[in-house]
């Protein structure tokens, strides 16, 4: 059995962001729709204390590449969407 593992990091600036609390409410959402919608293992990693700044980490599973791929390309449509959070570096790696 051949198990395939991906990661997707996202590095977002969130510009109207006037409070950590502001911010916070922005990734809240976007983190709880993309597990709603995508089903998928998603967290903020990274700048949790810096005001207009976040990382979120995506992982995928799957038995077959082409799948994770669809999977893949679906999430970072999602997550890229939100006028309020400018993604402005996404990297990718299989694990």
Same mark, same amino acid.
């Given at each position: 059995?051949?198990?395939?593992?991906? &990661?997707?990091?996202?590095?977002?600036?969130?510009?109207?962001?006037? $409070? =950590? @609390? %502001? @911010? /916070? /409410?922005?990734? @809240?959402? +976007?983190?709880?729709?993309? #597990? *709603?919608? =995508?089903?998928? $293992?998603?967290?903020?990693?990274?700048?949790?204390? #810096?005001?207009? $700044?976040?990382?979120?980490?995506?992982?995928?599973?799957?038995?077959?590449?082409?799948?994770? %791929? /669809?999977? *893949?390309?679906?999430?970072?449509? =999602? &997550?890229? $969407?939100?006028?309020?959070?400018?993604?402005?570096?996404?990297?990718?790696?299989? +694990?």
């Amino acid at each position: 059995m051949t198990v395939h593992v991906g &990661l997707m990091l996202l590095t977002f600036e969130i510009a109207s962001a006037m $409070s =950590l @609390k %502001d @911010k /916070r /409410r922005v990734m @809240k959402g +976007l983190l709880e729709r993309a #597990r *709603r919608e =995508l089903r998928v $293992s998603i967290a903020e990693v990274g700048f949790q204390n #810096r005001m207009r $700044s976040a990382t979120i980490a995506v992982t995928f599973v799957g038995s077959a590449r082409a799948a994770i %791929d /669809r999977a *893949r390309s679906r999430a970072e449509r =999602l &997550l890229t $969407s939100d006028p309020r959070a400018n993604a402005v570096e996404i990297t990718w790696e299989w +694990l």
